[in-house]
């Protein structure tokens, strides 16, 4: 479950779409390439778009709002 606030920062609309999506990521200094997953929260009225990590969800235990 992924747990992020129900409104959109930019419009304080409530209908958003949420997509999970895979991005190759390289630490500085380091040569390997990694895969890490990210949410995207979309507003259906403004388009305005958040990106959360997904290992900041894994970590928290007591999310402040679920959705």
Do not use: Q, R, W
Request: hydrophobic share 35%; net charge positive; charged share 30%.
């Amino acid at each position: 479950m992924i747990h992020v606030f129900n409104k959109c920062l930019k419009c304080n609309s409530e209908k958003y779409e949420l997509k999970t999506i895979a991005f190759p990521t390289k630490a500085t200094g380091e040569v390997k390439f990694s895969m890490d997953i990210y949410y995207l929260k979309i507003c259906s009225d403004c388009g305005f778009t958040e990106m959360y990590s997904a290992k900041v969800f894994e970590k928290n235990e007591k999310p402040a709002v679920e959705f």
